[in-house]
Every structure is written in C-alpha cells, then in structure tokens.
C-alpha cells in the first residue's frame, strides 16, 4: 500500500493511498465540520460543509483522495464563512425551530451552528408548508426538519439492504420518501429496523412518542452495526 | 460613574426571556444599585426614554406597534441586545408564517372557535394590526449583539450584562449558546453540547 | 362632549394591554375597558404536530406559567392515550406544580403588586417597581425573590430548567427527583414559610391601609369556578372541577374534564384579543364567573395543611365566606402560597419521589381529550382532537385570564367610577386601574395565547364613538 505524504494546515502528514482528505486529517486530529457524512456509509458530499482548499481549489474532502504533494487548508476565512453560510442557509431553506425540536440537544445541525459561531440567521427562511408523517407505528417524519443528507436513504440501501428511501422532487419539493411515496406506515419494503432513525442527523426522523428534546440517535449502535456488517467485527 | 441606564423590551414572545432575567435571583438587587431600569414591563414608564446605554429585547415582531416600538428602541439605544430565539430566529412565534398570513390564524381562534361566533376583533388604535410576516428583530433593525436561548438562563444574562457594565466586547458565542438551548457561563463545557435536554441534577 | 383616556401600556402585569376609559361631558365615567393588544395563534400552527410534541409547545405560550401548559397538555395526552399514569408521575407532576404556584405568586406579589402595595399607589413612578422596592426595603425585596428562587429550583431540579422544562409527557413525566435534590430543597422549607408569614402580616395591615381599594377594586358578586379535591379540601392538579354562585350554592360540579367544557362558551369582543368565557347555562350577561385563587378559596373546605388552614380561617373572618372583593386576590396568593410549601414539604418524605417507572406506555386510543389542571391564575383547559396517528386536528385552549376578562372589565368600570372625580386625573388614580388589574394577576401571554405589554392611554369618545381627547400615559 502506497503512502502518500502531504501537508494539511501547514502540518506534513502521511495517509494510505485511497484514503480520503476527511479520513487522512482526521487521523491526524483535525477536525473538519461534516454534515451528510457518515462513517461507513458512501460519501456523497451533499452538503459542502466539509469543503477544503487542496492546491488553491475548493473539494469537498469526504470525497477527495490524498495525493502526494497535496497542500491542503482546512481552516481558511473562506471556508470558515462559507461553512457558516451554509448552515445559515440550511436553517432558512426548512422549519426549524429548535427550542420545541424532538432532537433539541442532540441536532448535529444545532451543534454545527454553535461550533461555527452561528448566532442568528442573515436570510430570509423560506417557511415552505411540510409535512409529518405519523404513518408508522413505530418512527414519524417531519419533512419541516430535514436537510437532505440521505443519510436515510444511504443507510437503508447499504447497510439494512431495503431501500425504502429515496429522494423525489427537486429545488424547493425535494422531499425523502418511501418506496414509492407512500404514506412510511405502508411502505412494504420497510423492515422498521430504525436505522434512518439511527442515522439523521436532526429531528426529521424520530421515535414515535417522543417529546421535545427527547429523540436521541443511537449512533453507536449504528456504528456496531455497520461494524459487523463491513468489517466481520462484533463488538461484545 | 453614572448609572447605566438599562431597559428591556417585550415583543412577541412567552416573557420568559423575561422570567429568565428575573432568575438572576439576587443578582437584581445588586444590579438596582449599578444601573437604572428606565423602560421595561417590570417598571411603570409608558414611553420608551431617549438615551438608553442597553436595552434587551425579547419576542419577535409580529404587529405593527412592535414595528413602531422596536424602531423608536433602535434610533434612543446605544446597544441593543437581541434577547432570546423569538427574537432572535422568531422561534415559536414565527411557526405561524407557514400558514401564510395573519387571517388563517386569526378565523381559527376568534371565528371557528368562538361561541357565539363573533368575528374578529378589529384593528384600530386599540387592537394593532398583525403583520402577515413574524419577523425576527434584526430583520427590521440593526442589532448589536445576539443572545440566542428558549430562553437564555438568568446566568447568561447576567454574564452578558457584566459585560456591557465593564465595557468589555461582547462575545456570547464562546459560551455554547445554542438556538433553544439553555445557554451556561463559561466553564461548564464538560456538560453535553446542549443543556436543553433533560438533566438529573444527581 | 365626551372623552376617551387610554392607559397605555399597562406595566407589570405579564402581556400587552390597554386600558380605555370613555368619560361624559360632566367627567363621570361612562365605559372603561381592557384591551389585550397581542395575538399569536397557537391554535392554529399546533395543528398538524405530533401529540407529543404538544406539552412542550405550548409550553411557550408563557413563560411564567410555562409548567401549567405542561400538566394540561400532558393530561389532554393521557387522556388521548387512554392511560392512567403510574402514582409516582402524579405525585412528580404535583410536586412541581406546587413549585410553579410559589414562584408564579411570589412574582406577582413581590415583583409586581408588591411596589403599588408596599411604596403606595401614589408613590414616585419612576421608583414603583421592583428594583425601587429593592433599595427601600432590601429585605422584603430580597425575600421575595428567594422565595421566587424557592418554587423555581423545584421546577428546574425536576425539569432541568427554571423556564420551559420539557419534562411532562402524556402518560407520565421523564425523571424523578435525586436525593440530592430533595435534601436542597428541603433545607429552604423553614426559610420560605418564613417569608410567606411575613407577607401574610404585611397583606393583613394593608387591608386596613387601604379600605377604599378593597371596597373598590372589583367588589362585586360573581360565579367562581376551579377544582377542588374529592374531600372538599383545596386542589391545584385533578379533581372535581365545581361551579358556585355569589352565595356559595354549587351550580355544577364534575369529574370529567370533557363535559366541563360542555359548561363554558367563549365570546369575542371587537376591541380585544383576549376572549371572553362565560358560564353557558346563565349567558353572557349573568354568566360571569371568577378563577384563581379568590376562587379556589371560596370553593373548598379547607386548604389541607394546618398553616394554611388556620390561615384561611382568619382570611374569611376579614372577607367573609364567600369573598367578593378582587383585592382579596393578593391575601389567597399568599395563603397558597403557604399551603403549597406546606404540601411540598410533606410530598418530599414520599418514597414514590424515586420510582423508576414513571411513564405509561399506549398508543392513541380515543381521537379526542382534555387536560385541566389549576394554573397559578385559575383554571386552564387544553382540548385536542387527533387523527389515528396522532397528529393534531384541532386545539382549543381555555386560558385562566380569559375566564377573568368579563370581571376584569367590570373591576375597571368600578374603579373609574370609585376614583374618577372631575377633569384631573391624578397619576395614581390611573395607576390604581393599572392595580386593579394587577390583582387579578392577568396572563396575557397565556389568554391571548400571545404575549406583550400593557399601555394605558385614555381616551375620551364621544357617545358616537368619535374620539374626543386623549391623554396619553406617560
């Protein structure tokens, strides 16, 4: 296996040929804000969030593989405003509204606005009528509080192997949905296995029944899962 | 040195970022001795004074007396302090905008269930005339510093408070404030990155 | 010709309102209204949300009695899930209640009335609040926000926070209460009966301080309604909810929250957003009842604790079986008040207070509930409809304020008549309509379901309507 040496922030790192710029600096204790990725899950770079300057130009890093040589910054003013702009824009592009949000405290998109300093919104939100899904007995949707990570639809296809979420609609109709937009309750192909649950980062999907600030994601389950599905490995 | 002259400013919204100043307990007292609270709904003047050092402001502007009140608090205060989410993203009291527009709201509550039906009550000089649009208080005016919370906790406001009374600039966001979080003084980082979900003081 | 004075805003009461007084050509007064300026409309957006979701958002309908709003939406949804929730949730959701109406009232006497009551309805507006109350009389002050500080730790060592705990859930609450907890609040107990006893001294003097505002400020007969316990003894969670007349004879009484409702309809005014209920079976002219806590105390037997009882019975040797005057309305706080500590304290020796299993377990299995509990201001009723799923198809909200409106109005006709003599209208007079008010206590955040402050500006209006002079309040 090649090993490929390149410099991020100015520090000289060395990271396996195939690897991505995100797995690379993450070995090496730097931390780049993410948003749709998820280990273990494809990398899409849906959301920009993770975006670098490699050799002057914008990447998205979860995305990027390492190159020898490669000058890399993590931390730029522009990245640092763009990063912000796009959380701004996330919040204006749906309904959310935290302080009654299911996943008040523990929202990845919550804890990105605070990380990067986002105090108020400079756009206009949108406030675009959506809908929730209560069809099924276990899990709701509220499409109020989606970003469009499909880490839903990621999750499902590659690790529970159903494939009940896709993504239907485009610009501002762009909505997940099951099988073929059936009401969730009557998707046949839903295995009600809660791994989408598991896996959104926000309070788009939910335990039914559970009030403000109470969903939490069970990460590490996901992660024991996705563990033993990829790797052989069972964590007792 | 003067007293600095404080108001606070209630908008649309529950007054809990209101209660939550009032949590600073006996911290009131103190404050009493260093500033003067020259407007607020705590205090009995009925016209918001010209030459106001700090003015928090809680609720959204949802009507169109916010709209003349909260231009009137820009142009006679020197700092304005953007005083919990409904002021600050329009938080709960904005969700009616996806309903587009104040009628829809209003036949729901004053119409559909009133008994005997009895329409809706008028606008005038007596009852203001919502905007169709809740709007967040710096989409109207220049805000000076953001103190976003469901609400803000009394500490946070009194740590913001400290602040402005020494001078000093002020940056809130060093202390893990969050959109409907609980906002905590510095040093309780070890807690999880929202206070907002329940905790067990065990 | 006529004249229209608007006090506006009213301060320190919680919400935006005016106050309208319509004089004669000869200087009486011929109208005097209250007006709630603010609106939100929380009936209409909670409308498709997840039942679940719902204690929580209206929650932030107020933030002063955030934890109301909690119990009776909480209990719509118990009622909604079909579920009777495990013993220890209740005694959970009572004890932090009791917490809500020691900080709620301590507010209003101490923060809000206590400056008219305390420095005097005439005394130097720019000192008459809370802050001017702290560098005249420290302690009283300093007391006073403890005693806030004592309900509001309750609220925040279950909830995990003073304002908008999300703690209460249908079918239960979502934590107990530590050791740790219970010892802290236990060693405040003897403190805050302390405070309470004082005050209770002080509201005594103040009676025969000021016999005209208590002959004045709404002193007339009304209905009254709120919950009181099976044995006739004071109730602030569940219960029977009872309706009397002026001379305590029961007009109605049942256990079931949904036909209560069946008792109440709910007028619109033109000039206000706060809505009127009135007893349905007598109209709205005969129809006007009272809640909060004059109510509660005309409606029970006893309060339920031996300081609170002896209290009560020297508050109807001065007022009378059935007390009528609204001034009343800061001695019942403060009565209460000391029955809730009281009862606090007794709730802390409960073993129950640890139980793990605190939360009952159902799906929706009836589309329709209603929540009652005691709101520090009176009665509040939550109504939900919902769709198999439970997603929310219709809300009414019965706030303890609105029930007020109709004898809000009539106390502020009655003070103007009262203090009104001639074309000067003295600042205290105009405050003592601002008092008037104040001691109903109003929540406008919660009647209006919106929130905002209260201005007074008179106005002068001809018998046309026309406006004839203004003063503004300034």
């Known amino acids: 296996m090649a090993v490929k040496t390149l410099s991020v922030d100015g520090q000289l790192i060395s990271a396996r040929e195939g690897q991505t710029l995100l797995e690379a600096a993450r070995e090496a204790g730097i931390s780049i804000p993410t948003l749709c990725h998820l280990d273990g899950l494809n990398a899409v770079g849906a959301c920009r969030l993770c975006l670098v300057e490699a050799n002057g130009r914008l990447l998205p890093s979860c995305l990027t593989p390492v190159a020898e040589e490669m000058d890399v910054q993590t931390q730029t003013d522009r990245l640092q405003r763009y990063r912000k702009q796009i959380v701004e824009l996330l919040f204006a592009e749906r309904n959310h509204v935290c302080s009654v949000c299911v996943a008040n405290g523990n929202c990845e998109l919550q804890s990105l606005a605070m990380r990067l300093g986002v105090d108020h919104?400079?756009?206009?939100?949108?406030?675009?009528?959506?809908?929730?899904?209560?069809?099924?007995?276990?899990?709701?949707?509220?499409?109020?509080?989606?970003?469009?990570?499909?880490?839903?639809?990621?999750?499902?296809?590659?690790?529970?192997?159903?494939?009940?979420?896709?993504?239907?609609?485009?610009?501002?109709?762009?909505?997940?949905?099951?099988?073929?937009?059936?009401?969730?309750?009557?998707?046949?192909?839903?295995?009600?296995?809660?791994?989408?649950v598991m896996a959104c980062p926000t309070g788009a999907l939910f335990h039914r029944g559970s009030s403000v600030s109470e969903n939490v994601h069970d990460r590490e389950t996901l992660h024991a899962l996705i563990l033993a599905r990829e790797e052989k490995q069972w964590l007792v | 040195m003067a007293r600095l002259r404080l108001a606070t400013v209630w908008l649309g919204g529950c007054s809990g970022c209101h209660m939550s100043f009032l949590d600073m307990d006996e911290y009131l007292i103190d404050l009493a001795e260093i500033a003067e609270v020259?407007?607020?709904?705590?205090?009995?003047s009925k016209q918001y004074p010209e030459g106001v050092d700090v003015v928090l402001v809680e609720g959204a502007v949802c009507n169109v007396e916010h709209l003349e009140m909260i231009r009137r608090?820009?142009?006679?205060?020197?700092?304005?302090?953007?005083?919990?989410?409904?002021?600050?993203?329009?938080?709960?009291?904005?969700?009616?905008?996806?309903?587009?527009?104040?009628?829809?709201?209003?036949?729901?509550?004053?119409?559909?269930?009133?008994?005997?039906?009895?329409?809706?009550?008028?606008?005038?000089?007596?009852?203001?005339?919502?905007?169709?649009?809740?709007?967040?208080?710096?989409?109207?005016?220049?805000?000076?510093?953001?103190?976003?919370?469901?609400?803000?906790s009394g500490p946070m406001i009194r740590t913001a408070l400290e602040k402005v009374l020494t001078g000093e600039p002020i940056d809130l966001m060093e202390h893990h404030l969050s959109f409907g979080g609980y906002g905590r003084p510095k040093g309780s980082e070890h807690l999880p990155a929202s206070p907002s979900s329940s905790q067990s003081h065990s | 010709m006529g004249q229209r004075i608007v006090i506006d805003p009213v301060t320190r009461i919680e919400g935006h309102a005016k106050i309208t007084l319509h004089l004669n050509d000869d200087h009486t007064v011929a109208d005097a209204r209250f007006h709630v300026t603010e609106f939100r409309g929380f009936e209409r957006f909670c409308e498709g949300r997840p039942l679940w979701e719902m204690p929580g958002l209206t929650a932030r309908?107020?933030?002063?009695?955030?934890?109301?709003?909690?119990?009776?939406?909480?209990?719509?949804?118990?009622?909604?899930?079909?579920?009777?929730?495990?013993?220890?949730?209740?005694?959970?959701?009572?004890?932090?209640?009791?917490?809500?109406?020691?900080?709620?009232?301590?507010?209003?006497?101490?923060?809000?009335?206590?400056?008219?009551?305390?420095?005097g309805f005439d005394s130097d507006p720019a000192a008459r609040n809370v802050f001017g109350l702290a560098q005249a009389d420290r302690e009283t002050a300093r007391g006073g926000i403890r005693l806030r500080q004592f309900g509001q730790e309750i609220i925040e060592f279950l909830g995990g926070k003073k304002i908008h705990p999300d703690w209460c859930v249908p079918g239960g609450v979502r934590e107990a209460l530590s050791d740790s907890a219970r010892e802290h609040i236990k060693q405040r107990i003897s403190e805050a009966i302390e405070t309470v006893r004082s005050a209770l001294d002080l509201i005594k003097g103040l009676l025969e301080r000021y016999p005209e505002e208590v002959t004045s400020f709404g002193h007339f007969p009304t209905l009254y309604l709120g919950l009181v316990a099976q044995d006739g003894s004071w109730e602030h969670y569940d219960g029977q909810l009872r309706i009397i007349n002026a001379d305590g004879t029961v007009l109605a009484e049942t256990s079931d929250a949904g036909d209560s409702l069946e008792l109440l309809g709910e007028s619109v005014q033109p000039d206000s957003y706060l809505k009127s209920p009135y007893y349905r079976p007598l109209g709205l002219t005969d129809g006007m009842y009272r809640v909060g806590p004059l109510a509660r105390l005309n409606l029970c037997e006893r309060m339920g604790s031996p300081l609170a009882d002896a209290e009560l019975i020297e508050y109807r040797q001065r007022g009378g079986r059935i007390v009528s005057s609204s001034f009343?309305?800061?001695?019942?706080?403060?009565?209460?008040?000391?029955?809730?500590?009281?009862?606090?304290d007794a709730l802390l020796d409960d073993?129950?207070?640890?139980?793990?299993?605190?939360?009952?377990?159902?799906?929706?299995?009836?589309?329709?509930?209603?929540?009652?509990?005691?709101?520090?201001?009176?009665?509040?009723?939550?109504?939900?409809?919902?769709?198999?799923?439970?997603?929310?198809?219709?809300?009414?909200?019965?706030?303890?304020?609105?029930?007020?409106?109709?004898?809000?109005?009539?106390?502020?006709?009655?003070?103007a008549r009262h203090w009104i003599k001639g074309p000067q209208i003295p600042e205290g007079v105009l405050n003592r309509l601002e008092a008037g008010i104040r001691a109903f206590d109003p929540c406008l955040s919660c009647s209006t379901h919106a929130i905002g402050q209260m201005p007074i500006l008179l106005q002068l209006i001809a018998p046309d309507g026309s406006v004839l002079d203004e003063v503004q309040r300034a």
């Open chain 2, 73 to 152: 608090v820009r142009a006679n205060s020197r700092i304005l302090i953007s005083f919990g989410d409904c002021a600050v993203t329009g938080n709960v009291s904005a969700i009616r905008n996806v309903q587009g527009g104040a009628l829809p709201v209003l036949e729901r509550a004053y119409v559909e269930l009133s008994d005997p039906s009895g329409g809706i009550p008028s606008p005038s000089d007596i009852v203001p005339k919502l905007l169709d649009r809740v709007l967040p208080v710096h989409a109207v005016v220049k805000v000076d510093t953001f103190l976003p919370g469901c609400p803000p």
């Open chain 3, 328 to 344: 009343f309305y800061h001695y019942a706080r403060l009565v209460e008040i000391l029955a809730c500590i009281e009862q606090i």
């Open chain 3, 351 to 415: 073993p129950d207070l640890n139980a793990t299993h605190l939360r009952a377990q159902a799906g929706i299995n009836a589309q329709e509930g209603v929540g009652v509990s005691e709101a520090p201001r009176g009665t509040l009723f939550h109504h939900y409809t919902v769709d198999e799923h439970g997603l929310i198809r219709s809300v009414n909200l019965i706030i303890a304020t609105g029930q007020n409106n109709l004898a809000m109005n009539a106390a502020m006709l009655q003070i």
């Open chain 3, 61 to 119: 309908i107020c933030g002063i009695c955030p934890v109301s709003h909690l119990m009776a939406s909480a209990k719509a949804g118990d009622a909604i899930l079909s579920v009777r929730i495990p013993p220890a949730a209740e005694k959970l959701r009572r004890l932090m209640n009791l917490g809500q109406i020691v900080q709620s009232h301590a507010l209003s006497f101490f923060h809000l009335s206590g400056p008219d009551l305390l420095l």
């Open chain 2, 38 to 44: 020259v407007f607020s709904p705590l205090v009995d």
């Open chain 1, 121 to 196: 919104l400079r756009y206009e939100p949108q406030e675009p009528e959506c809908e929730v899904d209560l069809s099924h007995e276990r899990y709701g949707l509220d499409h109020n509080r989606c970003v469009l990570c499909t880490r839903c639809v990621r999750v499902c296809d590659e690790i529970e192997g159903a494939h009940t979420w896709d993504v239907a609609g485009r610009g501002t109709h762009c909505r997940v949905i099951t099988d073929l937009h059936q009401p969730w309750g009557d998707a046949s192909t839903c295995t009600s296995c809660g791994k989408c």
